[in-house]
T-cell receptor, first 116, second 113 residues
Framework: DTGVSQDPRHKITKRGQNVTFRCDPISEHNRLYWYRQTLGQGPEFLTYFQNEAQLEKSRLLSDRFSAERPKGSFSTLEIQRTEQGDSAMYLC??????????????FGPGTRLTVL | GEDVEQSLFLSVREGDSSVINCTYTDSSSTYLYWYKQEPGAGLQLLTYIFSNMDMKQDQRLTVLLNKKDKHLSLRIADTQTGDSAIYFCAESAMDTGRRALTFGSGTRLQVQP
């Protein structure tokens, strides 16, 4: 399977704990995105990387959230001191750099986070 | 800022056409996308249209764009039970330099056999 992969698929944690999610983009896709989706809503943009550079950050990305893409391949999203309001599906997407840039983003299956 | 709105629910009979509507607010040059999400699955990109186009057809899917009214629609011909899913409209205002997609809340399509 050469699609976007995310790990873990499900995470249950207690309030106050730290969690880390991993995303592996489609190979050769230079751009990687993180979104958050709550029940009954569409995905909301969190942050975007081009190679290892973090180029956009949403105001939703509070100081408890940090994302990295150290070698320009996989990315991690860490949430510190989790709160119940962090419960959501965290989606990763990737897109290639191409001469015809239509910003098509291909999504992974997501990591569902439940904070108790 | 950008805002994308969709109706919440649509029910059709198998074999009929489905039309899912979306309105957006951004007036800059943009791409508009339709994604499909089935239960427990990620988002599947169905099709997209650039804002200088009026229509795009791809097999059973037809996208219509009314740029004046900022209205986008997705028509699914000969709707099948496998088309039952949530459909999201999304906007990308790339000429602002941003790559973030702004999504609507989704339209749940229910196909009755």
């Amino acid at each position: 399977d050469t699609g976007v992969s995310q790990d873990p698929r499900h995470k249950i944690t207690k309030r106050g704990q730290n969690v880390t999610f991993r995303c592996d983009p489609i190979s050769e896709h230079n751009r990687l995105y993180w979104y958050r989706q709550t029940l009954g809503q569409g995905p909301e943009f969190l942050t975007y990387f081009q190679n290892e550079a973090q180029l956009e950050k949403s105001r939703l990305l509070s100081d408890r959230f940090s994302a990295e893409r150290p070698k320009g391949s996989f990315s991690t999203l860490e949430i510190q001191r989790t709160e119940q309001g962090d419960s959501a599906m965290y989606l990763c997407a990737s897109s290639p750099i191409s001469s015809f840039d239509n910003n098509e983003q291909f999504f992974g299956p997501g990591t569902r986070l439940t904070v108790l | 800022g950008e805002d994308v709105e969709q109706s919440l629910f649509l029910s059709v009979r198998e074999g009929d056409s489905s039309v899912i509507n979306c309105t957006y607010t951004d007036s800059s040059s943009t791409y508009l996308y339709w994604y499909k999400q089935e239960p427990g699955a990620g988002l599947q990109l169905l099709t997209y249209i650039f804002s200088n186009m009026d229509m795009k057809q791809d097999q059973r899917l037809t996208v219509l764009l009314n740029k004046k009214d900022k209205h986008l629609s997705l028509r699914i011909a000969d709707t099948q039970t496998g088309d039952s899913a949530i459909y999201f409209c999304a906007e990308s205002a790339m000429d602002t330099g941003r790559r973030a997609l702004t999504f609507g809340s989704g339209t749940r399509l229910q196909v009755q056999p």
